[in-house]
């Protein structure tokens, strides 16, 4: 199911620290369905951080299905969050879509939080 993005479900990080990259995100990807997904501690607080199924990660609240902040991965980055999910590698198709994005939107990459 893909996720929504709008002014009920984002954290004021979301869309007041950095418009410009979500709406990038949107605009370019949209925010797809989450394909892998982790717990991470961010800030002293658990979030859970999800690549999706157009190669975008998503970082959202525990306990409520609000986002935090979504950004571009860097191969990694991507690659990071599925070891911690157990997995050996990305999945194929979802690495492939990861390294076009890196092609076709390089200044995503350096729009980090």
């Not at 979802?94 to 200044?107: A, D, M, S, V």
Request: charged letters at 30%; hydrophobic letters at 35%; proline letters at 4%.
């Amino acid at each position: 199911m893909a996720i929504t993005y709008n002014s009920t479900n984002r954290t004021e990080h979301a869309y007041i620290d950095h418009p410009e990259r979500m709406r990038l995100i949107e605009e370019y990807f949209g925010f797809t369905g989450i394909v892998v997904e982790i717990l991470e501690k961010r800030k002293g607080q658990y979030a859970r951080k999800g690549l999706t199924s157009a190669g975008i990660v998503v970082v959202r609240c525990l306990n409520e299905d609000k986002m935090i902040t979504a950004y571009m991965p860097d191969e990694e980055q991507a690659k990071e969050i599925c070891r911690k999910a157990g997995k050996k590698q990305v999945p194929p198709k979802l690495w492939k879509k990861i390294q076009k994005n890196l092609e076709r939107h390089p200044e995503l990459l350096y729009m980090v939080s």
